[in-house]
C-alpha cells in the first residue's frame, strides 16, 4: 500500500465527489432500468418473480448511496472474492458512500451490483450493461469502417514487404500510430457517457481527431516500448514472444485492441497475444468473454449487424444506410484475420478474477503471485484505461512530478514485468508530469483554476503513456 492518501468521496476538489454523488446514480439507474427491462419481456413467472427482486435490490442500493448509508459487507456468492472485499471494508472502519476511499467504494460497487445477479437462480451470468455496450459499438460505424480500411491496407503492405527490410524509422512511427489508435480508443468509455453525446464520441474517434489529440499526450514512452519488442524480434526471432493486453472496455476500445493485437502479430513485433478482459460485468463499459463473441460476431456478419434496423431507428422510422461492398469485404477481411490467430492460439483471452478485486496493483504480488508469475512471461504487458492506470499507482495523491516508475511501487524496476500504461486522464491521479506542467493545465479554461481540483484530467481530453522496465 502506498503512504501516500488515497482520494476520496469526501473530498469537495476530487473527482470522486461529483461521481458519488451525480455519476454513480445515474449509472445505478440505467442498471435498474435495464434490468426492469429485460424482466418485463420475460415470460417465466419464475425468473420474473425473481427479476423483480433484483430490481427491488438495486433500487435499495442506489437509495444506500443516495443518503449515504454504510458499506454493508458483500454477501457470499461463493466467490475467493468476498473475504478481500470484506476484510478491507472492516479495516477501512465501516465507511459511508459519500466519504470513502474512491478506488475502494467504485470496485465494491459493481461488485455488490453483481451479487444480486450472482446469488440468482436464473439470473446469474446476466450482463446488465450488454445492451449498452453492443450499442454504443453500433453507433461508432464511421471510426470502425475508417479503421477497418486502413488495417486491410496496411496488412497487405506488411505481407508484401515480407523478407525486405523494412525502413526502421517508418515501423516505429506505424507502432506508435496503433498505440495510440488503441490509446484514443479509451477516451470513450460508457461511464463517462452520462456527459458526453454520441456526436461527441464520434468527433473522438477519427482519423483527423488523432492527428490533433497528439498535443494532447503529456507523456510519451511509445518509444521505448517499441525498441523493448524490436530487440526481443531481433534477439530471438523464431522464438515465443508474447504481449499481454489488459483490457478496458468493450465495444470501439475492444476493437482497436484487436487492431493493435492483430498489428503486433503481422508484424512479427509479437507471437502471441494474451488479452486479459473482467470476470464479471464492471465500471459499466468494461469487457467480459462474451463481449469478445459479440463483437466477433457483429464483424461476422456486418451487414445483418449494420442494416438491421435498431428500435431506435424504428421508432424514428429510419433505415440503415447499407454497407458497400468494401465496406463489407474490409470487415470480413478483419473477422479472417483475427479468427485465423484466435484459431491458431496466437490471440488468447485469459480472464481472471483479480482483475475485479478492489484493490491497487500495488497489492498483486501477495495477492495474484500466480498471476504476476505468468505476467512475467511478457515481453510486455499493456495496461488499458483510466481505472487500470489508477490502480498501478495506487490512486493515491502523488505530486504530479514523481515518476511513474516510483509510482506503481511493487511493479516497478526490479519486479521483472514491462509495463505500458495508455491512458486518457478521467480522474485525479496523474504521475510524470514535467515540473511546473500540472499547474499551466490547471490554468486553462475548465482546467481547475485555483480551485484546488485537477480538472483538466477528469474527461479524457489528455493522455499519459507510461513505460517501465521490470528489470
Ligand atoms: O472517473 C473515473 C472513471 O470514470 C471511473 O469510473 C473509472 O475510474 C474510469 O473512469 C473508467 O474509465 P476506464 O474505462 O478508462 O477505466
Ligand atoms: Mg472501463
Redesign the pocket.
Known amino acids: 500500500e502506498t503512504k501516500i492518501p488515497g482520494y476520496s468521496t469526501g473530498d469537495p476538489t476530487s ?1 470522486a465527489y461529483p ?1 458519488a454523488r451525480q ?1 454513480w446514480p445515474v449509472i445505478l439507474t440505467q442498471i435498474i432500468d435495464d434490468a426492469y427491462r429485460s424482466v418485463s419481456h420475460c415470460d417465466d413467472a419464475e425468473k420474473s418473480a425473481e427479476g423483480k427482486r433484483i430490481v427491488e435490490e438495486l433500487a435499495k442500493l442506489k437509495y444506500e448511496v443516495q443518503h449515504d448509508r454504510a458499506l454493508a459487507p458483500i454477501r457470499d456468492d461463493g466467490n475467493e472474492d468476498v473475504a478481500i472485499y470484506n476484510n478491507q471494508l472492516e479495516q477501512l472502519g465501516n465507511p459511508t458512500w459519500l466519504n470513502v476511499p474512491w478506488l475502494y467504494s ?1 470496485c465494491y460497487m459493481f461488485r455488490r451490483v453483481n451479487t444480486s445477479f450472482s446469488l440468482s437462480t436464473h439470473w446469474k451470468n446476466y450482463d446488465v450493461f450488454a445492451r449498452q455496450k453492443i450499442k454504443t459499438f453500433r453507433s461508432s460505424r464511421p471510426a470502425v469502417l475508417e479503421l477497418a480500411a486502413r488495417y486491410k491496407d496496411l496488412v497487405g503492405q506488411l505481407r508484401a514487404s515480407k523478407d525486405k527490410k523494412l525502413d526502421e524509422e517508418a515501423e516505429k512511427i506505424l507502432f506508435m500510430e496503433m498505440c495510440e489508435i488503441c490509446l484514443w480508443g ?1 477516451a470513450t ?1 460508457l ?2 457517457l452520462t456527459n458526453l453525446t454520441y456526436e461527441d464520441i464520434q468527433k473522438l474517434q477519427g482519423s483527423e481527431a488523432r492527428k490533433t489529440a497528439e498535443k494532447n499526450i503529456l507523456v510519451n514512452d511509445l518509444a521505448a516500448a517499441y525498441d523493448l519488442l524490436l530487440a526481443a524480434k531481433k534477439d530471438g526471432p523464431k522464438k515465443e514472444r508474447r504481449v499481454d493486453i489488459v483490457l ?2 468493450a465495444g470501439f ?1 475492444l476493437y482497436v485492441d484487436l487492431i493493435l493485437a492483430g498489428y503486433l502479430l503481422s508484424a512479427g513485433l509479437a507471437t502471441t497475444v494474451v488479452l486479459h478482459p473482467k470476470s464479471i460485468p464492471w ?4 469487457v467480459v468473454p462474451a463481449d469478445f463473441g459479440a463483437l466477433l460476431s457483429a464483424i461476422a456478419g456486418p451487414r445483418h449487424f449494420y442494416e438491421t434496423p435498431s428500435e431506435e431507428d424504428l421508432l424514428q422510422d429510419k433505415t440503415p444506410e447499407p454497407l458497400t461492398d468494401a465496406e463489407a469485404d474490409e470487415l470480413s477481411f478483419l473477422f479472417q484475420e483475427w479468427s485465423g490467430f484466435h484459431g491458431q492460439g496466437q490471440l488468447v483471452l485469459r480472464p481472471n478474477r483479480v482483475w475485479t478485486y478492489p484493490g491497487s496493483y500495488w497489492r498483486l504480488p501477495h495477492e495474484a503471485p500466480d498471476l504476476v508469475e505468468d505476467l512475467k512471461e511478457s515481453e510486455l504487458v499493456i495496461f ?7 490502480k498501478l499507482v495506487g490512486d493515491a495523491s502523488w505530486d504530479p512530478t514523481t515518476a511513474f516508475t516510483e509510482a506503481i511501487g511493487p511493479l516497478g524496476p526490479g519486479s521483472g514485468l514491462n509495463i505500458l500504461a495508455l ?2 486522464c ?2 485525479d491521479v496523474v504521475v510524470g508530469l514535467k515540473p511546473g506542467e500540472d499547474e499551466k493545465l490547471r490554468q486553462t479554461e475548465g482546467g481547475g483554476g485555483d480551485s484546488g481540483a485537477r480538472k483538466w484530467a ?1 474527461n ?1 481530453k489528455w493522455a499519459v503513456v507510461s513505460f517501465s522496465k521490470g528489470s
Open positions: 473527482f461521481t455519476r467504485e479509451n468509455d461511464s463517462l478496458d472496455n476500445e465500471f459499466v463499459s468494461d488499458k484505461g483510466d481505472l487500470n492506470y489508477r491512458r486518457t478521467k480522474g477528469w479524457g
